[in-house]
């Protein structure tokens, strides 16, 4: 079975895991993972890594992802999304008062690098527990803020209590944390009630199956929708080395970066090495060296 990345469009009401079961049992593939989990209320992209791809994960958890939100204003909730209890509501003479000009305003101001605090409810894990688990239990733990970026915040509408966004950001943004903070500085509270992925590294929505109709087709057809693991990085570049070179590399050996390339490298750049055929080799990183490198991941052909 091709090894790679399947795009699906994962249905609202699943869990991450149970979507990854549902593809593995599908294709009866050995190892199925996916690269960036989405709340089981949530719909959208969702990558799932068939076989070897499972070792390129990491080149898309740290992906940028790109989401369409809805926001509830006037209603917070303990989880800062639709499935938690609610804390507090606010008074219909605020709601009243609270104006779209003011909201963009404040959207705004979210653009850009900043430092976000995880909220308790999550998978982040505190001394190998999640934390959701924990708060459930009544144990808050409060995580440090993390580095994230918004590289773009578009309000598509307002329909009071209903803000429509779309927000373009790096990996480990929890979007229901900028529903919770939105809220806040408006002064009315509110929560995340709805999420859709679209986009996660160069993968997008559009390109994604869903999941009912992969699972009704054929083995063979729903094999083919695999993206081959060469395909799946081309971000990187690429390199092709003759059946000698091929063969070593297979076994973890080294060649000659100077045998592969014959500029210099920069630093801590990934690349491709496919073989005659494209088939992806390997994927190596170069280092302070001149023809240096290291192997970040080997496949057997």
Request: charged share 25%; proline share 5%.
């Amino acid at each position: 079975m091709e090894s790679g990345i399947l795009a699906i469009k994962k249905p609202e009401g699943l869990s991450s895991a149970r979507v990854v079961s549902r593809v593995k049992r599908k294709l009866g593939a050995k190892k199925v993972g996916h690269t960036g989990t989405l709340d089981p209320f949530a719909t959208g992209l969702l990558l799932c890594s068939v076989n070897q791809a499972t070792r390129i994960s990491r080149f898309f958890l740290d992906g940028k992802k790109r989401y369409l939100a809805s926001v509830h204003l006037g209603v917070e909730t303990d989880t800062y999304d639709p499935t938690g209890q609610v804390l507090n509501k606010a008074d219909a003479n605020v709601m009243a008062a609270i104006q779209k000009a003011d909201i963009r305003q404040i959207a705004d101001g979210f653009m850009g690098p900043q430092k976000q605090v995880p909220p308790s409810f999550s998978a982040l894990k505190h001394e190998g527990t999640p934390l959701y688990k924990l708060a459930r239990q009544g144990k808050i733990i409060a995580k440090p803020p993390r580095d994230i970026e918004i590289y773009d915040l578009v309000i598509h509408s307002i329909d009071l209590p209903i803000i429509e966004m779309e927000v373009y950001c790096s990996s480990g943004t929890y979007i229901r944390s900028i529903a919770h903070d939105l809220g806040k500085k408006l002064g009315c509270g509110g929560h995340l009630a709805g999420l859709s992925r679209t986009q996660s590294s160069h993968f997008f929505l559009e390109q994604a199956v869903d999941l009912i109709s992969f699972e009704q087709m054929e083995k063979e057809a729903a094999e083919k929708l695999i993206v081959p693991l060469s395909d799946c990085l081309k971000f990187m570049p690429k390199y092709s080395v003759d059946n000698e070179r091929a063969r070593k590399i297979c076994h973890g050996q080294k060649v000659a970066l100077t045998e592969i390339y014959s500029k210099d490298l920069t630093p801590g750049v990934f690349i491709r090495l496919v073989d005659s055929k494209g088939g992806l080799l390997a994927v190596i990183e170069t280092d302070k060296h001149p023809e240096g490198y290291n192997y970040c991941c080997v496949f057997s052909p």
